[in-house]
């Protein structure tokens, strides 16, 4: 999609009704509105969602806030920037800091405001994006091209989007996508309260106190049955309470939580296999960092690849010699190093 000619652009907003244009219009600008205070915000650092009103978000900044965008019309120039140019669109921007206010054309946006150019860069970037979105719906509008909005209007959809498309305005891809999440999330709205249902009492009241991306995950565990909850935990005064209640529930566990069961298991089995070493053994592999201990006692049962006999002799460092002598399990780099030194001395061999 690229950008209608000023032309092409009044060409279709000429087949438009009054009330038409001004959404259109009205839409654009605040649009731009919008964009130019979430830009501001992320440059200065500030914590915004999507929840938060433009004033919630101007409220928190001190900067250059976007207050107005006049439209002098098609091939006319009434407004003035204060570069003395004459302008279509002009920008008021109020400085909230300073209480002054600029009268400018999008040109002259780096020359009288004190951002960084990476920041107005942004904020043209992000006009230019909703410039396009407006081109886009009247593409569609000549063409057309209709999105059948009237099967979503059981949703909880935005009152501007509705509005939108009771003008006979087409929506735009952007928007497209926002009903279709809209539409799979209380389609899964609907799945979680299904399978909620099917918990017994105590199981609901558990649920309920789980934040909701909890909450929402372990539902949809359940939805194919409880098998994967039955597990059998060796002692679980070891996990925290709302852990073992879940378990005792035969709840499913959440990915996070299988992990930490995992983590234990693995924990209790190399602690098992170090107790099982004698004094020698468990003090040369005590002497390693975690990592390397880890990966030791898990390859503990593994067959050994040398004999000390058939390694002494070579140019190996020490610790393999030992490791190898006290018939511990060597690593990957460690038998890649008995490689080389078993090659150096063949090739040397051949001389």
């Given at each position: 999609m690229v950008l209608l000619s000023k032309k092409e652009i009044e060409t279709v907003m000429s087949t438009l009704n009054e009330e038409q244009i001004y959404f259109l219009q009205h839409r654009t600008k605040q649009k731009k509105k919008s964009r130019w205070l979430q830009t501001l915000a992320n440059y200065k650092g500030i914590d915004i969602n999507e929840k938060m009103s433009d004033q919630e978000i101007e409220e928190k900044l001190d900067d250059w806030i976007l207050v107005d965008i006049k439209d002098g019309g098609y091939q006319k120039r009434p407004h003035k920037c204060d570069c003395g140019q004459a302008l279509r669109f002009q920008y008021i921007i109020r400085n909230k800091a300073q209480a002054t206010v600029r009268y400018l054309g999008e040109?002259?946006?780096?020359?009288?405001?004190?951002?960084?150019?990476?920041?107005?860069?942004?904020?043209?970037?992000?006009?230019?994006?909703?410039?396009?979105?407006?081109?886009?719906?009247?593409?569609?509008?000549?063409?057309?091209?209709?999105?059948?909005?009237?099967?979503?209007?059981?949703?909880?959809?935005?009152?501007?989007?509705?509005?939108?498309?009771?003008?006979?305005?087409?929506?735009?891809?952007?928007?497209?996508?926002?009903?279709?999440?809209?539409?799979?999330?209380?389609?899964?709205?609907?799945?979680?309260?299904?399978?909620?249902?099917?918990?017994?009492?105590?199981?609901?009241?558990?649920?309920?106190?789980?934040?909701?991306?909890?909450?929402?995950?372990?539902l949809l565990s359940t939805q194919d049955g409880f098998a994967e909850s039955f597990l059998y935990i060796e002692d679980l005064s070891e996990f925290n309470e709302t852990l073992q209640r879940q378990i005792q529930l035969n709840l499913p566990l959440l990915e996070?939580?299988?992990?930490?069961?995992?983590?234990?298991?693995?924990?209790?089995?190399?602690?098992?296999?170090?107790?099982?070493?004698?004094?020698?053994?468990?003090?040369?592999?005590l002497s390693f960092g975690k990592e390397t201990q880890a990966a030791l006692l898990d390859q503990?049962?593994?067959?050994?690849?040398?004999?000390?006999?058939?390694?002494?002799?070579?140019p190996l460092d020490d610790t393999i010699k030992k490791q190898v002598e006290l018939k511990l399990p060597l690593l990957k780099e460690q038998i890649y190093q008995i490689h080389l030194a078993q090659n150096k001395i063949e090739i040397l061999r051949k001389i």
């Open positions: 040109n002259c946006f780096e020359n009288y405001l004190s951002l960084p150019s990476s920041v107005i860069k942004d904020v043209k970037k992000g006009l230019y994006s909703i410039d396009l979105e407006r081109d886009e719906i009247l593409v569609k509008y000549k063409k057309n091209l209709f999105y059948p909005l009237e099967k979503y209007m059981h949703l909880p959809l935005p009152q501007n989007l509705i509005d939108q498309y009771e003008l006979g305005l087409p929506l735009s891809d952007n928007q497209i996508h926002l009903v279709e999440r809209i539409s799979t999330r209380y389609e899964e709205e609907k799945k979680l309260a299904s399978l909620f249902q099917r918990l017994t009492i105590d199981q609901q009241q558990f649920v309920s106190k789980l934040n909701q991306e909890d909450r929402r995950e372990l996070r939580q299988k992990q930490t069961i995992e983590e234990w298991r693995l924990t209790k089995k190399r602690e098992a296999a170090l107790h099982a070493l004698t004094p020698e053994q468990q003090e040369f592999i503990i049962h593994k067959p050994l690849y040398f004999s000390y006999e058939s390694i002494n002799n070579l």
